[in-house]
């Protein structure tokens, strides 16, 4: 039967036998590999001549192999055209590093007929144009340009890509219109327009897309796009005649500038299941944007974002959203309570309605919300007890309920007992007024894994059985209460926490035994915790070896010498162990930080940890002072990448070494209180990005450099006070624009004070709060890259006594102490322009004339001592402006006249202008009538002829030449014979020339 039915076959049907089976045997897959065409691999070779590749993504295409083995490309099995080119750039989270290729996009990409799949995503094409000829690959399906810096306008030949069902154009720099043509993509089911600079009309074209399901649309830089047919711009109302495609399920026009409300064409958008529309400044009334949603959306509508708006109003009932699994109403102006007949969606998973004025507790619909999984009302001002909290939610949502987020809110109370909610694994009650006493027998969430309580003002003890039930705690915050964590000697926790923080709980007064059970942290913040004891072996162990990313147990009385082990293999964070009583020297694998704080103990040798060679180094901030540090400075600062150095408060002598200089990112250097001598280092000018230079309390000498005006624009803290400078004060010193705080105090500065001291343009001009911020500087390490701020402090002669300011105090503080040097000539009139000044010093000096007669515009003056000078005249009547004026101090110099009236000026004690003979008037005695006037007092003074110097002068010269001649005749006789001679010849002398005179007038 076989052999007749093939004998009966035609040789054409045979043939097309013989064809399907050649086929199929090419089709099969590892029969037969496919080879890409010669035009095609041709193309690809002009395609990357045209490109550079730093990072070797192209290394595979090479002649030697067949183009559809390159990296990026696959070709159909059927034919060998390529069918998709796959380039996005690759991001490294491990080394922060992206592979990427940049250039130009070459022409020849036109062979590539077939292609349905392109994706250039996240290269660097800057100032270049979308190339017009993609719109010739008329078979794409997916296109993806977005995050390569593409600039001018979409192409119009675009909307002839009639296949094309994904276009991704996202963070370019993309202006102009969007081209209607775009309209004509039928088949489109994806588009992503944010964060572009378009302007114009919304196409009424996009209304044709009836298979596009999701749209993202905003975040533009600052192109100005306008919304339909009505022609309202993204930062206007968004019109009630808008219409979206039939089958739109995705809508995203945050980060935009919409006003007022969502219109009833949102609510008729059947399809309808994610609308985001977050970052706008959308200002309708709550309850109103919920009934324009209530169309036959309500039924679609899954996911609802309208966070970060200024949308007002209460919380209205939300039960007609049958389908509604998520909803963001976080970072808006809600206020008001939620009333009890409030009712959520039945499928409702996800509720945020963080960062509003919402006020009250919750209501019991809350609780019977049986799918609700994550509930967010942090940021507001709910104020019921905790335990009513608790209560309200113990319906049906105890077993659903996993994420608890009840921060920063008023809720007062105490903890109560929580074991009910089966299911909670988070739960944040954070920076609350919850108080009183732990109950002995409460317990937690049996599948509890965070736990974060600080910032209350709890108290009692937890125990081994507050705890027992929860294996799975990762997340213990518990810091800034007053509690006792009293755990027997022998207990091991259930649990291995990863972040531990504990600040100012009692754990002491030993070291707690049951944290050396903890193996996995990697967070860990005992600081404040009475433990007075040494730190175990054990535990020292376990920061050398493990990877743990911070540590603080700062402000303890821990004692002891820290033991030396191998280096790490990845560096802390942050490693603070300030304020104990460590000693020895320090230990070189410390050095295997970022942030490293060891302040405040008895450390005595820093030489082999400040030099100690590593692979590579990671330390950005180190903080050595008020330690017992001693010799000299060690030169090793070669390699360093220190951005904030603190050695102050120590016993280091001798010169500051010059490899210092080399420090070229260093911000803050702190040589305080310390007995460094010799001059400032010439190479320290490389240091350009300082902010704080402080080397006050030294003996240091030498001229001030001039380099430190010219090279230091950057600071805003000078500190050299207290030292052995002399010289002039270099006019480059003006160059400082930035500077706030100028202390040279106690040294011999002379000369006069620079009248350019009205170029420090931050003490005249007023800053406003949010002009203030803090110093930062970036880190870039093999495990951490990222910005990093960090607070100064500084200390300042303030009101009689040595005070330090630290964050937003000091960056508000404008203060010049030029006190105790030997500072001549008048004050420069220039000084009443710096009017931002809040603390002026120039007292034990010896400067001369008036005080500037428009003192007064300084208004912020709340120090102002002029004491020990040699100013003459009267005060100011000026003076009485300054209403801020705490501490006066005018003593002991010239001054004369009537002390202006006013309530400040009189407030103050008369030692305020003691010793200024010729000044009166309250507080000091009343004024009499014959007093010399105040014309003849400055002409005495001014010219200084007859001051008290002059008449002390003259009686000492006049007792000292009496005794030199009188008292060498008095005692050598010789000398009194030959003075007597001497005056006999010469009345003989007078007596005969007055005898011929006379003779010769006859």
């Known amino acids: 039967m076989i052999s007749t039915r093939v004998s009966m076959m035609s040789p054409i049907g045979f043939k097309v036998i013989i064809f399907m089976l050649c086929l199929a045997f090419q089709v099969v897959p590892g029969e037969q590999e496919m080879r890409c065409l010669q035009r095609e691999r041709e193309a690809l070779l002009q395609f990357k ?54 250039g130009e996009i070459h022409e020849s990409l036109i062979e590539l007929q077939q292609l349905k799949y392109l994706n250039l995503s996240s290269n ?23 995050q390569c810096e593409f600039v001018g306008k979409i192409p119009n030949q675009f909307g002839s890509l009639s296949h094309l069902k994904y276009l991704n154009l996202e963070w370019n720099y993309l202006e102009g219109s969007i081209p209607p043509q775009l309209g004509n993509l039928s088949k489109l089911e994806y588009l992503d327009l944010r964060w572009n600079k378009f302007e114009g009309n919304l196409p009424s074209q996009f209304g044709n897309l009836s298979k596009l399901q999701k749209f993202y649309l905003g975040g533009s830089y600052d192109g100005v796009l306008e919304i339909n047919d009505g022609g309202n711009r993204l930062n206007g109302k968004i019109t009630e005649d808008i219409k979206f495609p039939s089958q739109l399920g995705f809508l995203s026009i945050s980060s935009n500038f919409l006003e007022g409300g969502i219109p009833k064409s949102f609510g008729n958008a059947c399809a309808l299941r994610t609308l985001y529309m977050t970052n706008n400044n959308l200002t309708d009334d709550f309850s109103m944007i919920i009934h324009h949603l209530s169309g036959c959306a309500r039924h679609s509508l899954q996911e609802l974002n309208l966070g970060e708006n200024q949308i007002s109003g209460t919380f209205p009932d939300l039960s007609v959203f049958s389908a509604l699994k998520s909803l963001d109403i976080s970072e808006n102006r809600l206020s008001g309570k939620i009333t009890e007949d409030i009712k959520l969606p039945s499928q409702l998973e996800f509720l945020s309605i963080s960062s509003n004025f919402l006020e009250g507790g919750i209501p019991k619909s809350f609780g019977n919300a049986c799918a609700l999984r994550t509930l967010v009302m942090a940021d507001n001002k709910f104020n019921d007890e905790f335990s009513m909290i608790t209560h309200q939610l113990s319906g049906c949502a105890k077993y659903s309920l996993k994420q608890l987020y009840l921060s920063n809110n008023k809720i007062s109370g105490t903890l109560p007992n929580l074991s009910m909610f089966s299911s909670l694994k988070k739960l944040y009650v954070d920076r609350n007024r919850l108080n009183g006493e732990i109950h002995r027998y409460i317990q937690f969430p049996p599948q509890l894994e965070e736990l974060d309580m600080q910032s209350n003002s709890l108290n009692g003890e937890f125990t081994d059985y507050h705890f027992v039930n929860i ?96 280096g790490r293999d990845a560096p802390f964070l942050s490693l603070t162990l300030a304020s104990n009583q460590f000693e020895g020297p320090i230990p070189t694998f410390l050095r295997s930080s970022i942030f490293l704080d060891l302040s405040n103990n008895n450390f005595t040798d820093s030489l082999s940890f400040l030099c100690a060679c590593g692979s590579e180094e990671e330390l950005y901030q180190l903080d050595l002072s008020n330690n017992q540090l001693s010799g000299q400075i060690p030169d090793c600062w070669s390699h360093s990448k220190l951005a904030y150095l603190d050695l102050s408060h120590n016993k280091f002598s001798g010169k500051i070494p010059n490899s210092l200089g080399s420090l070229l990112g260093l911000q803050a250097l702190l040589l305080r209180n310390n007995n460094l001598t010799h001059e400032i280092p010439f190479s320290l000018r490389h240091c350009t990005k300082l902010v704080k230079l402080d080397m006050s309390g030294n003996k240091l000498s030498g001229h001030i450099p001039a380099w430190i005006g010219s090279e230091m624009q950057k600071l805003q803290i000078l500190g050299l006070g207290r030292n052995h400078f002399s010289g002039i004060l270099p006019l480059q010193i003006c160059y400082l624009k930035n500077i706030q705080i100028l202390d040279l105090s106690l040294n011999n500065l002379t000369g006069k004070i620079p009248a350019c001291i009205n170029n420090f343009t931050s003490m005249a001009y007023k800053k406003f709060s949010s002009d203030y911020g803090h110093y930062w500087y970036f880190v870039n390490t093999s495990s951490f890259r990222n910005n990093h701020s960090y607070e100064l402090d500084a200390f300042l002669m303030w009101k009689g006594s040595e005070q330090m300011f630290k964050s937003t105090g000091l960056l508000l503080l404008k203060d010049i102490d030029l006190s105790s040097n030997n500072f001549s000539e008048e004050v420069p009139v220039e000084m009443e ?61 010239y001054l004369g006249g009537v002390i202006p ?13 003691e010793d200024n003979l010729n000044l009166c008037g309250p507080p000091l005695e009343k004024c009499i009538d014959d007093e010399p006037t105040e014309e003849a007092i400055v002409k005495i003074d001014e010219y200084s002829l007859f001051g008290h110097e002059f008449y002390i002068g003259m009686v000492l010269g006049f007792v000292i030449s009496f005794w030199t001649v009188f008292g060498t005749i008095l005692f050598k006789q010789s000398w009194r014979h030959a ?21 010769w007038c006859k």
């Open 49 to 102: 001549a045209s490109l550079l590749d730093p990072n070797g993504m192209l290394s595979s295409w090479t002649t030697a192999t067949d183009c559809c083995q390159w990296k990026g490309i696959l070709c159909s099995n059927l034919t060998g055209n390529i069918v998709s080119l796959d380039l996005h750039a690759e991001y490294d989270y491990e080394t922060y590093s992206r592979s990427y290729i940049r």
């Open 124 to 146: 660097y094409f800057p100032d270049s144009h979308i190339p017009d000829f993609l719109a010739s690959l008329c078979n794409l399906r997916f296109l993806d340009l977005s």
């Open 471 to 566: 294996s799975k705690l990762s997340y213990l915050e518990l810091s800034d209460n007053s509690l006792t964590l009293t755990f027997t000697k022998k207990w091991i926790p259930p649990f291995q926490l990863r972040y531990i923080l504990l600040r100012s709980c009692m754990l002491g007064p030993t070291f707690p035994k049951w944290l050396q059970t903890q193996n996995n942290f990697v967070d860990l913040d005992i600081s404040n915790a009475g433990i007075s004891n040494t730190v175990p072996r054990l535990f020292w162990e376990k920061l050398a070896s493990r990877n743990v990313f911070s540590i603080n147990i700062s402000n303890n009385n821990l004692h002891g010498i820290i033991p030396n082990f191998a």
């Open 833 to 893: 322009s710096l009017v931002e000044l809040i603390s002026l010093n120039l007292s034990r000096n010896n400067l001369i004339g008036k005080i500037p007669s428009n003192i007064g515009k300084l208004k912020s003056l709340e120090f102002l001592d002029l004491s020990r000078n040699k100013f003459v005249g009267s005060i100011p009547l000026s003076l009485n402006q300054i209403d801020r004026l705490t501490m006066l101090d005018l003593s002991h110099n």
């Open 901 to 913: 009236t006013s309530t400040q000026l009189q407030s103050f004690n008369a030692s305020s202008y």
């Open 979 to 999: 003075y007597f001679k001497f005056l006999n010849n010469l009345s003989d002398e007078i007596h005969v020339m007055i005898a011929m005179k006379f003779k």
